[in-house]
């Protein structure tokens, strides 16, 4: 039977893995992005990342950095799991399981270790993002995060809530792009609230500034007003020019590898900081002139992803605006529980795929939650952090077979289906 992951050891062996397995070191000819979820040779944005397991870049004699060739492809990877909070525990489980067996078909074999976040760090550690958690995480070649959160530590102060945990680590790795894909698929078209006249291809991408904006700007606080005695809330919404311009190289890139069209999403019209935002965006188009470039206002954007979605691709977004208009296409394809994430840096360390739905504490325990999200994760994860894709689509065929079998949980029933009991999940190889 598979161990709990909260189980799972680590041990200096693991620790060592990476820098004790050799590699290719080539020229920038025929790198993979650092961000890009499709690899370029070379990428256009002129990022190096590590492309495969134990393959941290490396100096040439001319002291220029190298990496491995994409064709050069590691068999065995050191993953941090981050279990999490609620359904963290089973969907990572079944995660794991799926990981195994998909990789075990081409030869490939992972370490783990496990680490707490979020509320579970909090009650067994005191705090929502423990040292040791980070450490494990710099030290694996890529991060698995099921989800984090409750309604236990709602009323936690806020450097005490589990949210606070997926900041830190999102800081802690210098993650500063989310990707988030949204495609329809077709065995859920009728899972979605919304007509499958509307929903049937929709494939897009929302690519969220992680890094910036109302969430982390300076000063913030809450306070008593004297003049007034009452309460005063308040944020900063700040963005560097660097913060925007990187977000968009890395969003120009996936559209260019897409359909060629990206739309940047602001509220130049009332903020001073979209006005920033919009000017940066236009300035760096100029780098990318075989992409369609557009603008949208937020509060239009978040029509138009109900309205009619087909009409987007790439969407580029800050940091609340992302949150809020990538969850609002999650609906899209039916359900939280099948998109999956990405979260990554600058390539010189892990990135953190997760899927999007949350910690469903009230089903917590029950094996009733819907795993799927997470495994598409691991598969991107596989696909664009490890550059193996052939586990990828191992993972990817498992679960489209799954729903054309007819196997559903209840987050995406429907009439005429089967439900599934994932923890007898065989996995369609």
């Known amino acids: 039977m598979l161990a709990h992951p909260l189980t799972l050891p680590i041990d200096e062996h693991t620790i060592r893995l990476r820098r004790s397995i050799s590699f290719t070191p080539v020229s920038e000819n025929g790198v993979t992005c650092c961000f890009c979820p499709i690899p370029s040779s070379p990428c256009s944005c002129n990022q190096t990342k590590k492309i495969a397991s134990h393959n941290a870049c490396a100096t040439s004699a001319a002291g220029t ?32 399981r799926a990981l195994d067996e998909a990789a075990a078909l081409v030869g490939v074999t992972f370490d783990y270790a496990a680490a707490n976040v979020g509320g579970v760090a909090l009650d067994e550690d005191g705090v929502p993002f423990p040292d040791r958690t980070l450490q494990i995480c710099k030290e694996a ?29 999102r800081k802690g790795l210098g993650l500063f792009a989310n990707l988030r894909p949204a495609t329809a698929i077709p065995q859920l078209i009728d899972a979605s609230t919304l007509k499958r006249e509307v929903v049937e291809g929709v494939d897009l991408m929302v690519v969220r500034e992680l890094t910036g904006d109302v969430y982390f700007g300076t000063p913030k606080g809450l306070h008593l007003d004297e003049k007034t005695g009452k309460r005063v809330g308040y944020n900063n919404m700040i963005y560097h020019e660097h913060e925007i311009e990187r977000i968009a190289r890395v969003a120009f890139d996936i559209a260019s ?3 060629g069209k990206l739309c940047s999403v602001d509220k130049a019209n009332v903020l001073d900081v979209s006005q920033l935002w919009r000017d940066v965006v236009t300035e760096t188009h100029a780098d990318f002139p075989q992409v369609e470039l557009s603008h949208m206002y937020v509060d239009n954007a978040a029509m138009q992803l109900i309205r009619a979605p087909k ?3 790439t969407i580029v977004t800050g ?70 894709p052939d586990v990828a689509d191992i993972l990817e065929r498992a679960v489209r077979q799954t729903l054309e079998d007819g196997y559903r949980t209840g987050d995406i029933m429907s009439e005429g289906m089967k439900a599934w009991d994932v923890k007898l999940w065989e996995m369609p190889l």
């Open 65 to 96: 950095a190298t990496v491995a060739k994409v064709s050069d492809k590691a068999t065995r990877f050191f993953v941090a799991l981050l279990p999490g909070d609620g359904i963290g525990p089973e969907i990572t489980a079944v995660t794991k």
């Open 141 to 169: 070649d890529s991060v698995l995060l099921a989800c984090i959160g409750g309604y236990k530590w709602d009323s936690n102060p806020r450097d005490l809530r589990p949210e606070t945990g997926l900041l830190q680590l």
């Open 257 to 259: 590898k897409r359909t």
């Open 311 to 313: 009409q987007f691709d």
């Open 319 to 388: 940091n609340i605006f992302g949150d809020i208009l990538s969850d609002a296409a999650s609906m899209l394809v039916g359900s939280l529980g099948m998109l999956p994430s990405a979260s990554l840096g600058d390539g010189s360390g892990p990135g953190v795929f997760e899927p999007v739905h949350g910690s469903a504490p009230d089903i917590a325990g029950q094996d009733k939650a819907n795993p799927m999200a997470c495994v598409l994760s691991a598969a991107m994860m596989m696909r664009y952090d490890l550059n193996r």
